[in-house]
């Protein structure tokens, strides 16, 4: 139906409806229902033309001999009116050339405004109907044909049957060879009867679970036939009739098992993740098949390869790969042997991808279709050299400063020594003045802080080539390379004690840091990193003898005038993390002890949940916290580790009833643990696989007996067994944040009250 706004007569609109082939009229409402408008289509519906008419068309000579229906439209108009319809739908008798017909009428109503109400009549003539339906019988009748013979050459049984009479309205060949009887025989039977040999429907009939959009599987022993079969069920319309169709396969029958080996078959490769593509040997470029798999790698669609990247593998390769490869395929094609390589590969999107490939060459001679070509098969592996080079950096580097430990401080310098031994190198030993009463001044929190700057200010001061390294609580190393005099040194380690000296001057509460520095040189006071750094400690502990806040180039001679030597707390343990992080009460305590002594309970818990995420190397640490009956959920808390994305917005009045009974998977010790989210239900998997999450740990927390929230750490970079020891560490630090959480509610409401 063809609707307009009143207001727009004569405007662009008009010019839209005169371009229309079906008949358009614009009218006022009143009783002889003036033409203001007509499109070229009515008049010709009429057959005249707009020309014979001077100013405006008498509506209602239209109806010359059946002005009864004229009437019939204008009342049913008003009608519509008063009542505030806007559509008027009806038949009515015309005059249309020189013969009276039958026209179909829609009419919409458009807004009153100053010059009266106005209505747009479309007009359909039946015989168009007619011919419509027709065609649609015509169709409807061609689609039935196909759809038996189609069932017809189908191997395994089908029949369909009335779901309200139970009668049978068709059957395949194969059900009539089955049910050793013909379809004259069967048509019309009660389908309980001629299949089950039942006197009544049958007490197992599946009808009630059956809709049209889902297909109902399962498998059925038929004691009539002796014989078991394996049954997809389904509710169609049948020439009107509801009714259910039914496709089954002997158990037994070759049709059966070839259909359960191409099923295996399916199965075992979509358990591969791999791309496979075949491309062209005489330009090691042309791709000539390829899965789907492999446009899921490459984030493209069919069209895009084609279009795109013109189905070329140097599309999508790194360039700086592409001659390696080239390489590897030439030899291939000499050798007849497969090859396993690396390599780097652009998404759509243009990020870089790493594959491993497999290569294999097929001769024209040995190919279907004469052309030699290469199958290759590449998995993704991205995230695992990514997961790599994480722990990697966890174990190189040290937790809270994000530099060198001290394992792998030493191993970097004492590779550089040994490929370079002709070079002179300056070895800085670092120790904080007073660190302790920072400590015991500002928290461990702020310690912890001072640490990380001072960590980060030295990186500034030098080369990135250069080696900063962390060697124990607050003692740091600095390694300069290839530097020119002793006296460069010395600047050097000036400069950065100044730096220390005004890395805090300008805060609100400024804190003073200080250092003692010790300086050892290669080749002139060791030979060797060992050599090296004990010379480097002696010299700090001749800085803190001379008062601190200096530093001191090693000098033997200078020493032995110093009272016996004790050397610096070399290896002691860092005293921030990793002492509270040995056992899960040291860091249940140091949780505790944050909640306690922070004033906003907020950010109390961001930083915990940092810390506790750091620790324990996850991807996502959270808190969901419930309405009153615990129906729903809202994540109020959350950190996320380096390159996971936030979820809290998404998150938020969460319907634990529509993630099947949610609170169901917190076992007796009110923990949900969960390796893999596969094992889930479907609804769950696509919740957690929506936020990327592989893994999952959370604690549940209960307020009189009522499911109030949890604690949730999440894996998303691959599956994670959790120890028994996180577990229990986690649960115990989840139970001490749902107590403050809770005397943050009553806090609340406590509020609220007054």
Not at 461 to 475: F, L, Q, Y
Request: charge should be negative; include cysteine; glycine fraction near 6%.
């Amino acid at each position: 139906m063809v609707q307009m706004k009143p207001s727009a007569a004569g405007s662009a609109d008009m010019g839209m409806l005169e371009d229309l082939q079906m008949a358009v009229s614009l009218h006022q409402l009143d009783d002889a229902l003036t033409v203001l408008w007509a499109n070229t289509a009515f008049y010709q519906m009429l057959g005249k033309k707009q020309e014979d008419f001077k100013e405006s068309l008498v509506f209602s000579s239209c109806f010359s001999d059946v002005i009864q229906d004229f009437q019939k439209l204008y009342s049913s108009l008003c009608a519509a009116d008063e009542c505030g319809q806007r559509q008027v739908k009806l038949r009515s008798s015309m005059r249309i050339a020189d013969d009276v017909r039958m026209v179909e009428i829609a009419g919409t109503i458009g807004d009153a405004k100053q010059g009266g109400q106005e209505v747009l009549l479309c007009y359909t003539p039946c015989t168009m109907l007619a011919d419509e339906r027709r065609q649609l019988l015509t169709a409807n009748r061609e689609m039935t044909d196909n759809f038996k013979w189609m069932m017809a050459a189908y191997t395994g049984n089908v029949y369909i049957s009335d779901m309200d009479t139970y009668e049978l309205l068709y059957v395949n060949k194969k059900s009539c060879d089955t049910l050793q009887a013909s379809e004259a025989q069967l048509l019309g039977r009660k389908c309980y009867e001629a299949i089950q040999g039942l006197d009544a429907p049958c007490p197992f009939c599946t009808n009630a679970h059956l809709k049209k959009n889902e297909t109902y599987s399962w498998e059925f022993y038929n004691s009539k036939l002796k014989r078991t079969f394996m049954i997809k069920d389904r509710k169609l319309d049948w020439f009107g009739h509801a009714a259910r169709i039914e496709l089954s396969y002997d158990m037994y029958s070759e049709e059966y098992k070839l259909a359960k080996k191409d099923q295996e078959r399916e199965a075992i490769l979509k358990t591969i993740p791999a791309g496979m593509v075949r491309f062209d040997a005489r330009d090691f470029d042309t791709i000539l098949w390829y899965n789907g798999i492999f446009l899921d790698m490459i984030g493209c669609t069919k069209e895009q390869l084609e279009e795109e990247l013109h189905s070329r593998c140097s599309k999508y390769v790194h360039p700086d790969d592409l001659p390696r490869i080239s390489q590897v395929c030439a030899g291939l094609k000499n050798t007849g042997d497969n090859a396993v390589l690396e390599a780097r590969a652009f998404t759509r999107s243009k990020e870089e991808r790493i594959w491993t490939v497999t290569l294999c060459y097929i001769s024209g001679e040995d190919s279907w279709d004469g052309i030699p070509s290469f199958y290759s098969i590449g998995l993704d592996i991205t995230e695992e050299r990514q997961q790599m080079e994480r722990l990697r950096h966890k174990a190189e580097k040290d937790a809270l400063t994000g530099i060198y430990n001290r394992e792998t401080m030493k191993q970097q310098i004492q590779s550089y020594l040994m490929e370079n031994p002709n070079t002179i190198n300056a070895l800085l030993m670092i120790d904080t003045d007073n660190f302790k009463q920072i400590n015991d001044t500002h928290g461990h929190i702020t310690g912890d802080f001072v640490l990380s700057e001072m960590a980060a200010g030295m990186k500034r001061m030098v080369r990135k080539t250069d080696i900063v390294g962390r060697i124990g609580g607050d003692e740091f190393t600095i390694f300069i390379k290839n530097i020119v005099s002793a006296d460069a040194a010395k600047e050097k380690a000036e400069a950065i004690l100044d730096m220390f000296r005004r890395l805090f001057s300008k805060e609100k509460k400024p804190i003073r840091v200080t250092c003692s520095m010790g300086i050892a040189l290669y080749p002139r006071d060791g030979e060797n990193f060992q050599k090296l750094y004990e010379c480097a400690d002696k010299a700090l502990y001749q800085a803190k003898q001379l008062g601190k806040n200096s530093c001191c180039m090693y000098d033997a001679k200078l020493l032995s005038n110093l009272t016996a030597l004790q050397n610096s707390s070399i290896g002691a343990a860092i005293d921030s993390e990793q002492k509270y992080a040995e056992s899960a009460d040291n860091l249940a305590r140091y949780v505790f002890r944050i909640l306690y002594h922070y004033e906003n309970l907020d950010d109390a818990v961001n930083l915990i949940l940092e810390i506790v995420g750091k620790q324990f190397d996850v991807s996502r640490s959270y808190v969901f916290e419930n309405n009153r009956d615990g129906s729903r959920g809202f994540n109020t808390y959350e950190w996320c580790n380096e390159g996971i994305s936030s979820e809290m917005a998404q998150l938020q009045n969460v319907n634990y009833k529509e993630l099947g009974d949610y609170e169901a998977l917190f076992q007796e010790e009110h923990i949900f643990y969960c390796r893999d989210i596969q094992s889930l239900s479907p609804t769950q998997i696509a919740l957690f696989a929506s936020q990327g999450i592989h893994s999952t740990l959370q604690c549940a927390f209960y307020d009189n007996g009522i499911f109030s929230g949890f604690i949730g750490f999440d894996e998303c970079t691959g599956t994670r067994f959790w120890t028994r020891e996180e577990v229990s560490s986690l649960s115990l630090i989840s139970q001490i944040l749902a107590t403050f959480l809770k005397l943050k509610r009553m806090e609340a409401a406590t509020h609220v009250e007054e």
